[in-house]
């Protein structure tokens, strides 16, 4: 079975271009792209929080699979990167841009739980990951890429992957399941 995305959104060629111009290569592969998209797609109306905009590729994804109730919230540190996703998806009014630590942000929110949480940076799965799982909804969705050894990977990453690992394993509020799919992944929902 050939697991390439069939439907992808329409802003991501430019995004990979202006990625490819500014030399950002950190962007969430189609595979994980395409489920973000089928689970904001089964949130209708949700609420959605994205850990590391990046250029925008996994926010396009997000809001191609959202319906036009949802909303999304994506945090990113880098000005300069999150600039072409807010020039490329800042029309869409259910997207809310947040530029700053992502880990700071974390700790200051004060709203409602979300429905889905990627978290596709450090803070929400290396650090602030217990602030990050506090704001996951009671059967809402946790989902983490980038666990399966990559090119660069600093030499002690590894080890920090398998005790996030174990550590989201262990816990009684969520069923995880891990994915040795994409650029590995690990998905995880909150019990009642």
Known sequence: MD????RRPTALPALRS???????????????????????????????????????????WILSGMDRAARLTTVELDPTVQAIAREQLGTDLRVTFVSG???????DFDGAPFDLVFADTWPGKFTHLDRALDLVAPGGTYLIDDLVPQPGWPESHEASVKRLLAE??????????????????LMAVRTA
């Open 3 to 6: 697991d390439t995305p069939s």
């Open 101 to 107: 630590d992502a880990g700071t942000w974390l700790e």
């Open 18 to 60: 202006k990625a490819h111009d500014v030399g950002f290569v950190r962007s969430s592969e189609d595979r994980t792209g395409s489920l973000l998209a089928a689970l904001a797609a089964a949130r209708p109306g949700g609420r959605i929080l994205e850990l590391g905009t990046g250029v925008g590729e996994g926010a396009a």
């Open 168 to 185: 989201l394993d262990e816990r009684e509020d969520f069923r995880c399941v891990r994915l040795a799919w994409a650029s590995g992944l």
